[in-house]
């Protein structure tokens, strides 16, 4: 995800809550300090299909928002 997002590419990675500062700390690692991370409820593996659509409701609005910040920034 690091490398797509250095080609400038508009990335985002899907993150549980219970993983947010690992997250932002590899981010910072892999030389991306400003990719987005969307927040989730933990966990997301076991779920059924209706929890995990509750998961993706949540997720969407932030990727929204991420794309617009990113294409703003771009402008």
Request: net charge positive; hydrophobic share 45%; with cysteine.
């Amino acid at each position: 995800m690091a490398q797509l997002r250095k080609r400038g590419l508009i990335t985002a990675v899907i993150c549980s809550d219970t993983f947010m500062k690992l997250g932002s700390a590899q981010a910072k690692v892999f030389g991306v300090p400003d990719l987005p991370l969307l927040e989730i409820k933990h966990p997301l593996g076991g779920l059924s299909m209706e929890k995990v659509r509750e998961r993706a409701d949540v997720a969407l609005p932030q990727l929204i928002r991420a794309i617009k910040a990113i294409k703003e920034k771009q402008a």
